[in-house]
């Protein structure tokens, strides 16, 4: 298998002449970079001539000798995605918030460049996500936090044409009319979510280590965060409700009204005492968690202060059995979700079908073994173009 996999990177034009070029300004000789690599002196000597295909690994090998990114030896030109994949890493600090980060980074990376091997590009946002950031990123200053967030949750509910209905595909919604990627992984509880945005370039990511309701609303936290254009390039967000920031308290009003608009909670309520089957029939008709609705009924003066402590001193698994929901723990468990931009994935498919790109782009996308992922694709139908030169030296 090993074997077939060395085939699958086609020759990008110019990559011999840079190697050497790379190879002489270290003042290293073809044999001593080629026992750097495991590859023999004459290998070394066909690449750089442009006679020998050079597969991923070996790029990879090959740049950590010479001191360069593989970006370099490829002779791309720096991109925004690439720009911002490396600052992802910069706020880190103890440590946990980092297998997010790693990942937020994986998938900037794989957009760098899968980008510059077939020119693909972010969707431009539609003419109602211009709007919405129109009207977040001139909201009034002088509004509460809560206030602010309400109101640009509510202009991007009229400005998307949603008037009061629950929004089924969060992510969908995002990418198709904001210009932003969103990526759910299990990385742990440690963080919820993170924002990274930069010049032309946004990627939310939301860690699918929590409850699917949690997950909806961490992912509208860090939209609100990306549409009040934060300062910070990468927002990390671990405990939602623990910081009461006026950035924050604005991220998470914005994201109760963007998935529980008052007017349709209201009406569903309609001043009936709230009871173990509202609770359910919210929590399933919304998507969110028990923790956030049992704070926007509070909010909208719709329980009491007491009974806000009460509900909250109960398990959600209890309150929903209470309502005989079919299956609790579909709202109480993390799934543990892998979702990768579609845009990235069908772009990748795409490419390594002309040999645009290497099999490690798809699997970078999906951390998967590239063997693996090779024999997956290959039951799909999916092949790489047949190279025919140099099998001899693989």
């Known amino acids: 298998m090993s074997q077939l996999l060395a085939t699958l990177v086609v020759m990008e034009e110019g990559i011999g002449r840079r190697i050497k070029l790379f190879r002489r300004q270290r003042g290293l000789t073809g044999e001593e970079l080629g026992q750097a690599v495991g590859l023999r002196k004459d290998q070394i000597s066909r690449i750089e001539s442009g006679e020998r295909r ?13 001191e360069v990114t593989i ?7 720096p ?14 600090a103890d440590g946990e918030a980092a297998p997010a980060q790693l990942r937020v980074r994986q998938i900037l990376e ?27 990123r001139h909201s009034s200053p002088r509004a509460s936090s809560t206030n602010r967030g309400y109101a640009i949750a509510k202009a991007v509910r009229s400005d998307l044409g949603l008037g009061g209905a629950p929004i089924l595909d969060l992510p969908a919604l995002i990418e198709s009319n904001f210009g932003v990627d969103v ?3 299990p990385t742990g509880e440690s963080v919820s979510g993170l924002c990274v945005h930069g010049d032309g370039v946004a990627v939310l990511f939301v860690s ?5 309701g949690h997950q909806r609303f961490t992912l509208a936290h860090e939209l609100a965060h990306h549409l009040v254009d934060d300062p910070q390039e990468v927002v990390i967000d671990e405990d939602l409700f623990g910081r009461g920031t ?3 308290t604005t991220a998470n009003a914005f994201a109760a009204e963007l998935l529980m608009p008052d007017s349709s909670i209201k009406s569903l309520v309609d001043r009936q005492r709230v009871d173990a089957s509202t609770i359910q029939m919210l929590m399933r008709t919304f998507g969110v968690s028990y923790q956030a609705l049992i704070v926007r009924l509070h909010a909208l003066r719709l329980i009491s202060d007491n009974a806000r402590t009460a509900w909250e001193a109960r398990s959600p698994s209890s309150v929903l059995r209470e309502a005989g929901d079919p299956d609790p723990a579909e709202l109480v468990f993390a799934d543990g979700a892998k979702r990768v931009p579609p845009r990235l994935w069908r772009t990748a ?12 782009a798809l699997a970078g996308l999906q951390q998967r073994d590239p063997e693996d992922l090779y024999t997956e694709l290959v039951e799909e139908g999916l092949y790489p173009p047949l190279v025919q030169d140099d099998l001899s030296d693989i």
């Open 349 to 360: 498919r795409l490419g390594y079908s002309e040999g645009k790109v290497g099999i490690s």
């Open 71 to 77: 970006g370099d030896l490829l002779g791309n030109k």
């Open 208 to 212: 699918s280590s929590f409850p699917y």
């Open 110 to 136: 794989v957009d760098s460049v899968l980008a510059n091997a077939t020119g693909s590009k972010t969707p431009e946002p539609s003419e109602g996500g211009l709007s919405a950031y129109e009207h977040a």
């Open 183 to 185: 990526v759910f992984w």
């Open 246 to 248: 006026p950035p924050e």
């Open 79 to 92: 991109s925004k995605s690439l720009a911002l994949a490396a600052r992802v890493m910069a706020p880190l």
């Open 54 to 66: 050079i597969e991923v690994t070996e790029a990879a090998l090959i740049a950590e000798a010479l």
